[in-house]
């Protein structure tokens, strides 16, 4: 199962359904897909979509699902991290109206580089990302709390 994440903005993200549609329609989708839409409105057959999933529902399809799809969130891509998911990122961008700005690209960029996901920078070659995700072995995250709690403490101390 795939589930696909877009967050809880108040802007659509279309376009990355958009994509996992026409992979589905070419085939190279086969798994149930399952959609965190939140005020996206999309209509299809070929997905489950709902606007907001509970909590608790939520975290049982997350550890369920074989591929994370998710927008840029930060949130959204560490929790598929702790669970151990392979985890395929789209930033929403600002010149399509999907978020004020586009500070998603840089969080996805800095997850690709540690090896933690897959950041998708083409949509139109979904494909080669869906089929890298087939052999990809994400590095284990590694919180940095830890660390800035004793920074911050540090500095309160002085």
């Known amino acids: 199962m795939i589930l696909v994440t877009l967050g809880t903005q108040d802007k659509p993200f279309t376009r990355l359904l958009d994509a996992i549609q026409k992979e589905i329609d ?3 989708i086969k798994d149930k ?3 965190q839409a939140g005020c996206t409105k999309y209509d299809t057959k070929d997905m489950e979509i ?11 399809l997350m550890g369920e699902c074989d591929l994370l799809i998710t927008h840029g969130g930060v949130g959204s ?3 598929g991290l702790k669970k151990d998911k392979k985890v395929i990122a789209v930033a929403r961008l600002a010149k399509y109206g999907e978020h004020i700005n586009d500070h998603q690209k840089q969080i996805i960029e800095k ?3 540690a090896g933690n996901i897959i950041g998708v920078s083409d949509l139109d070659n979904l494909s080669k990302y869906l089929k890298m995700a087939k052999k990809f072995k994400p590095n284990k995250y590694k919180s940095n709390t830890n660390n800035m709690i004793k920074l911050i403490e540090k500095l309160i101390d002085e």
Not at 50 to 60: H, N, T, V, Y
């Open 26 to 28: 070419n085939g190279n």
């Open 33 to 35: 897909v399952v959609v």
């Open 50 to 60: 709902f606007d907001l999933i509970p909590i608790e529902e939520f975290d049982k």
């Open 77 to 79: 891509i560490i929790t």
């Open 111 to 113: 997850f690709d580089e």
